[in-house]
């Protein structure tokens, strides 16, 4: 090399030869003895080559030496490119032969090519394969050829650099065929994993560019997808999501240049959902920021996140699916929340073109939460929910980007301000993290909430106040905010809407709430400022505080006590709150209501109740101005959480009264005399009440009212008073432990009087027309259903109604009752030495008053619990700890058990003693349903436990079983130990002897056991079924409520498929009792006691119900099962094994369901029917053979795609559903047919209406059939199976309504009898006569029918339609008329299989 730099001008005079071009291509690449001249070995020896081989390949026979070079290997560097271009351009000069011969060269050294340099030769591969296919001259032999060599290349192993080179010649090669394009992809993304990580956006770039030039433009997109999306975290994460985010940007600029590449991105997770990762969640909001493909990519990355949770939703509690299905939709479930979450959290990392589509990702999510569905899967299983996940993804950019932190106030302003209310409390939850989480951040989007507030009297229902809640916590920060609140407050309580005020008031309390929490937990206070750069700002916010905020908002609560009683309540809710959270703030609160309890309660007379100032006549009615109970119940646990000596506890000095401060001594009397006061006047107001009769408390009033109102004055008094006796019983109650021994008695006597005088208020309410206003009384929490006034609805709801009485109380309550169950206690009570006969009937009717008085009042406040949030103050202090109800509970329900009675010595009067026993048996029910609901609120916490082991050690009134409990003590797990104990013990006696007595509250305890039992594991469930299962057997009743309890306690219980099982033989013995042929019927069944002809209806209602869910479980496999089939088809697999193991198993379990169903349908063709059960049976076999047309038709491969043969289990389901559903089922409308015809004569307008939406379904239902059976008919042809050899098709087809000459003519009712007629008589048309029994048609109709086949592509458009349309049937006659020509046969087609 450097003799040749020093001689340049010496040797490129020099005349060059073929053989030194030669020579010099072969040197270092084989061992020859000829000497190359060095000069040649110059870079500056490369123009005159270049120039010689040009001038060379224009003489007259150039091809022998371009050919001799090619074959010499040409040096594989990077100075070599141009020399093989030129080659290229020379290609066309060399014969057939000798191109072949190029082509062998080059694949020869396929194996030792590593680098991209190195392939450089292979440039000359799609040149000389034009060239062998050249259209003019090419034979079969050339194009042979040219597959076969592509299929050498295809089947070497290839290196990194091979692998890049053959990605960038793949656009070249567009005449090969689909399945070798798809073995280069293959092969390109299984060696990918080897290619350097800085190599791989440029060679994700060259396949994107592939796949616009219409080079499998789906299996590229999907494996790019899998290949980033399968990259787990590694060392060098940082450097990864980099390359992810180029990529990303490849594709969004691919997108845009090729649309069909987005149709592409869209449609691979549209046809597998479960085909989803991080990355494939980045590509999505990559390519949604592409306008056309913003909608699209957002919603279906929504839909793939709810079908995950709707999937893991329906598995988890699925008895049919096995548990490995359950387990793998969990972990779907998880994968789908994991990969949002990761591509979120990696979006900081150089990704800030997709930020638009997250933000707007998130919020469609918020809007997608269902009211009631925010927290429904609790955190126990992993999975977060649509709302938790929204707010985390909205919250990791808020934190992280400054870009996105406006543009998310912004959305969640909007949306506040034009959502409806039940869509809007998800958005200020995302509000209330945001300011909860990241406070000093918010601080500088003040004016947005600002902003909000100005639309405080606008928004809908209780927004406003969930608006405030929300921002509270951005008070303490802000002075400015909190002033800001407070003038927006004032005006709203100036607003005429009873809505805005109430929402008003709850804010103010709030408010002050919020600020004495924070000085409980020795935080600054809301007026404190976080901001403090400098001591003049410190000194001008110290000089501002005067207090707290109670005293500065004294004037808008004394306001308050003007307002509505709505309002009211609020303020009296929120008092008791506040001295909760600050037990110091008591006297002032009590100092603050005295002016306003004087208004009722005056002190220089003889005490009065003031119930005649507590209304106003209003437009013909009373209507409450003051809610007196809720005054006294506000006062009550002030005086009960104040004690009477304060005198230890510090002054706040702090507390200016009406603008002066008192002095310690003056303020301490103060408080004494406020609070002798209060207790005083509550004794009075006891006194008063046990002292007058029920006619003059009712009729204090001496105002004159019109006749009309005087029965609504009473009422009106009456629901006043019977919140106060309430109070009362609740204020003596709690005092009762305070009070000395000798005491006591005497205060348990007025109880039990407070408690007679409210049954007799009760009484009194009762006689008006709404009577059930005395149940609203004590059920004191009302269901938030039973709110009608739409604009009310929403107040209602979050306006916790509290109960007057607490769970201390009601405890108390049960054992006055069981102290005077027991004689000497009675003896004690009553104060006589004998057992007189009216002593005793006196304390028997006491006795009875308070178990039924305190069980009403016990169903009501465990009901009411569930409405209150577990945030509010006052909920630990009325509802405690409500385990300590369960063993009274229990108790009340031993001792109410049917045996001996109550109490001894019960007249023998036969009224008397039925009287007796309907108060009883009230009281059970009463007490076995608060023993449900309380059960029912610990259920899904750590509490049960606990209940059940306090529920086991009361005494039962008969020894226990407890052979039966000793394996279930040897259960290690506690919970599942004390289920099995209580079920054994407690709940299968209990059952056992209600059964006996015919008691409908055997259902109320079946519920209780398939609550309990959904903890625990199968084996246990399986047990518990079949002792139900035994207990259905033998039982022999005639209580509908009864049987149908147990029916379904038996199959809840019993594992799949054994539930199922049970189900079909009840079917079966139904069959016996209520036959089509009257004349075999039974009275009762043999094999199952309990089923008998007073028994029949409920019995199959309950079937019926159990197969409307079976086919909606049907229906939500059949649509995973059409996911998979997508998915195999396409050949869109993550993990094929996986996929195949799933597919197979939720099939065979489909089918299993499927055929159960058909067994169990067959059965009710064979009965005779009700009208109402008719038509269910009718719309459940309209739905079972819409589900059966698209299970058979998910059989059938679309085109291009590989037809497999049905498995046996397919084929046995369709062969049992025409012998035993389909043949049978039309017999059945014949015979309903002709009973409807019997019944319409007698000219009944009730039964000719059921006749006529019966005859809707069965339009319907002949329809459904003949498709699916047209499904049949395809599988069959391409299947060469034929599934329909044991259809009757020449009977099915002769079916049609029968007209009645004598029904009404003309009308209504006419003109849809004759389009009934006509549309079903349409389905006749063209199907003939068909032999059943000829073989040799049958077996030539698989070969000459082309009828249906030609119609395939036809349903192919119209499948989507068909899949969406419900099976109502309501306007099936049209239908039927469209669809004939798609429904009937051919003349090909009229021979039967």
Not at 533 to 550: D, I, K, P, W, Y
């Amino acid at each position: 090399m450097t003799v040749a730099a020093e001689e340049p001008s010496h040797h490129a005079q020099k005349p060059l030869t073929d053989n030194d071009i030669i020579r010099l291509s072969q040197y270092h690449h084989c061992q020859t003895s000829l000497s190359l001249p060095p000069y040649l070995l110059s870079p500056t020896s490369h123009d005159p080559l270049l120039s010689y081989l040009k001038s060379r390949s224009s003489s007259p026979s150039p091809s022998k030496p371009v050919s001799e070079y090619i074959f010499s290997e040409i040096p594989s560097d990077s100075d070599s490119l141009k020399t093989i271009q030129l080659f290229g351009t020379l290609l066309r000069y060399l014969h057939v032969k000798e191109i072949k011969s190029v082509v062998d060269s080059i694949l020869s050294g396929v194996c030792r090519v590593i680098t991209v340099d190195e392939a450089q030769l292979f440039d000359l591969l799609p040149v000389c394969f034009d060239l062998l296919r050249n259209p003019i001259e090419a034979k079969a032999s050339e194009i042979d050829y040219v597959n076969s060599a592509i299929d050498r290349v295809l089947s070497c192993e290839w290196e990194k650099g091979f692998l890049t080179k053959m990605v960038s010649l793949a656009k070249e090669l567009s005449f090969l065929d689909k399945g070798r394009k798809s073995e280069l992809l293959e092969k390109v993304f299984s060696g990918v994993k080897c290619i350097d990580l800085q190599d791989l956006p440029s060679l994700v770039y060259q396949l994107l560019v592939l796949a616009s030039k219409g080079f499998c433009k789906r299996e590229v997109i999907g494996g790019v997808v899998c290949f980033f999306g399968s990259k787990e975290e590694s060392r060098v994460a940082s450097v990864l999501r980099q390359i992810e985010g180029t990529v990303l940007l490849h594709v969004n600029f691919a997108v845009k240049q090729d649309p069909s590449l987005g149709q592409e991105v869209v449609a691979l997770v549209k046809s597998d959902l479960r085909a989803f990762n991080h990355f494939t969640v980045a590509v999505l909001f990559s390519v949604a920021r592409v306008r056309k493909f913003a909608e699209n990519s957002l919603g279906i990355l929504r839909t793939a996140l709810l079908s995950a949770y709707s999937d893991y939703r329906l598995s988890k509690d699925c008895k049919w699916l096995p548990d490995e299905l359950k387990e793998e939709s969990l972990l779907h479930a998880k994968l789908v929340e994991k990969s949002l979450l990761r591509a979120v959290s990696e979006c900081k990392y150089g990704r800030e073109h997709v930020f638009p589509s997250v933000i707007q990702f998130g919020f469609m999510l918020l809007e997608s939460v269902e009211e009631g569905r925010s927290n429904e899967f609790g955190g126990s299983s992993g999975v977060l929910g649509v709302e938790k996940l929204s707010i985390q993804i909205l919250g990791t950019l808020f934190e992280v980007h400054d870009m996105t932190r406006n543009e998310i106030i912004e959305q969640c302003k909007f949306r506040i301000l034009s959502l409806k209310c039940a869509k809007s409390k998800p958005i200020l939850r995302l509000v209330g993290c945001l300011v909860q989480r990241y406070s000093l951040i918010m601080l500088e989007y003040v004016h947005h909430l600002k902003e909000l507030l100005d639309y405080f009297t606008f928004m809908e229902g209780n927004i406003s106040c969930f608006l405030v809640s929300a921002v509270i916590p951005l008070i303490k920060f802000s002075r400015d905010l909190q002033d800001y609140t407070i003038l927006v407050i004032r005006k709203a309580l100036f607003r005429r809407e009873d809505t805005v005020r109430v929402s008003a008031t709850k804010v103010i309390i709030d408010l002050i709430l919020a600020e004495k929490q924070a000085k409980k937990d020795s935080s600054f206070t809301l007026q404190d400022s976080s901001s403090q750069a400098s001591s003049s700002q410190h000194n001008e916010v110290s000089c501002t505080m005067r207090g707290n905020l109670f005293t500065e908002l004294n004037g808008l609560l004394q306001r308050c006590l003007y307002q509505q009683a709505k309002v009211k309540e609020v303020v009296y809710d929120g008092l008791v709150k506040l001295v909760l959270i600050d037990p110091s703030s008591g006297a002032h609160v009590l100092d603050f209501l005295m002016p306003h309890f004087l208004r009722f309660f005056r002190q220089d007379i003889d005490i009065q109740l003031g119930i005649t100032s507590c209304f106003k006549v209003e437009g013909g009615k009373f209507i409450v101005e003051e809610p007196l109970d809720r005054l006294l119940f506000c006062i009550s646990w002030i005086l009960l959480l104040q004690p009477h000596n304060s005198s230890d506890r510090p002054s706040d000095t702090a507390w200016p009264c009406f603008g002066f401060s008192l002095t310690q001594e003056n303020e301490q009397a103060g408080r004494n005399v406020s609070h002798e006061v209060y207790s005083s006047t509550l004794v009075k107001v006891r006194n008063f009440i046990l002292s007058k009769k029920l006619g003059d408390i009712v009729g204090l009033s001496q105002d004159t009212v019109p006749a009309s109102l005087e029965e609504d004055k009473r009422k009106s008094y009456c629901l006043i008073t019977l919140g106060i006796v309430q109070v009362l019983l609740n204020y003596i109650i709690t005092d009762l432990e305070k009070q000395p021994e000798g005491k006591k008695g005497e205060i348990e006597k007025d109880i039990v009087d407070l408690v007679d005088l409210y049954e007799s208020l009760e009484k009194e309410v009762g006689k008006s027309k709404q009577g059930n206003i005395g149940k609203r009384v004590r059920f004191s929490s009302r269901k938030k259903s039973d709110d009608t006034d739409a604009g009310f609805a929403s107040i209602n709801e979050d306006r916790e109604q509290v109960p007057f009485m607490a769970t201390s109380s009601i405890y108390q309550l049960f054992l006055i009752a069981f102290k005077l169950h027991s004689s000497k206690a009675a003896c004690n009570l009553s104060g006589l030495q004998d057992h007189s006969q009216s002593s005793s009937a006196k304390t028997e009717k006491s006795m009875s008053g308070v178990f039924s008085f305190t069980l009403h009042v016990c169903v009501g406040h465990i009901r009411s619990s569930l409405c209150m949030k577990e945030e509010n103050p006052l909920k630990p202090l009325v509802y405690g700890d409500m385990i300590v109800l369960g063993p009274p509970l229990l108790r009340v329900v031993y001792l109410l058990k049917p045996g001996p009675p109550l109490v001894t010595g019960q007249a023998n009067k036969e009224n008397k003693g039925r009287k007796d026993a309907e108060g009883r048996k009230q009281c059970l029910h009463l007490a076995l349903l608060s023993l449900k609901e309380l059960l029912s609120i610990y259920s899904s916490g750590s509490g049960l436990s606990g209940l059940l082991e306090d529920l086991l050690a009361v005494p039962a009134s008969e020894e226990a079983i407890l052979e039966e409990c000793s394996e279930a003590s040897k259960i290690e797990d506690p919970l599942v130990k004390n289920i099995e104990i209580f079920m054994e013990k407690v709940m299968k006696p209990m059952i056992t002897d209600l059964i006996a007595q015919n008691s409908n509250d055997v259902e109320i305890l079946c519920d209780i056991m398939l609550m309990l039992g959904n903890t625990l594991p199968d084996k246990f469930k399986q047990r518990h079924g079949s002792w139900a299962h035994q207990i259905f057997r033998s039982c022999e009743t005639s209580n509908t409520t009864v049987a149908k309890s147990i029916l379904r306690l038996a199959i809840s219980f019993t594992t799949s498929p054994g539930d199922l099982c049970i189900a079909v033989e009840v079917a079966k013995e139904l069959q016996n009792v209520i036959g089509l042929d009257k004349s075999d019927t039974s009275q009762v069944s043999e094999s199952y006691m309990i089923i008998n002809q007073s028994t029949s209806a409920s019995i199959t209602s309950c079937i019926l119900q159990l197969v409307d869910s079976a086919i909606g479980d049907i229906d939500w496999g059949t649509k995973k099962l059409k996911n998979l089939y997508v998915a195999s088809q396409m050949n869109i697999h993550l993990d094929h094994d996986v996929d195949i193991t799933y597919g197979l198993a939720l099939e065979e379990a489909l089918y299993a369901m499927a055929e159960s169903t058909v067994r169990i349908l067959s059965s009710f063709v064979l009965m005779n029917l009700k009208d109402s059960q008719a038509a269910q049976f009718l719309r459940l076999a309209v739905k079972f053979y819409k589900q059966l047309a698209q299970i058979v038709k998910q059989r059938i491969a679309p085109k291009g795609c590989k037809q497999t043969l049905p498995s046996l289990k397919f084929q046995k389901l369709v062969e049992l559903t025409c012998k035993s559903l389909t043949v049978p089922l039309y017999p059945f409308l014949a015979e309903m047919q002709k009973e409807q015809q019997e019944s319409v004569s007698s000219n009944s307008k009730g039964i000719i209406n059921k006749i006529k939406q019966e005859n809707k379904c069965i339009p319907d239902l002949i329809f459904q059939i003949e498709d699916y059976e047209r499904y049949l008919i395809q599988l069959s042809k391409v299947t060469k199976l034929n599934l329909l050899r044991h259809a009757k098709r020449s009977t099915a087809r002769d079916f049609k309504i029968i007209e009645d000459a004598e029904a009404p003519a003309g009308g209504e009712d006419g003109e849809t009898q004759a389009e009934a007629d006509n549309n079903i008589g349409g389905n006749e048309v063209g199907l003939g006569e068909e032999s059943e029994d000829d073989p040799e048609v049958a077996s030539g109709d698989l070969d000459s029918d082309k009828a249906i086949a030609a119609e395939e592509s036809d349903e192919e458009e119209k499948e989507e339609g068909e899949e969406e349309e419900e099976g109502s049937g309501y306007s099936r006659p049209k239908k039927i008329a469209k669809k004939n020509l798609v429904v009937e046969d051919s003349d090909e087609d009229s021979v039967t299989f």
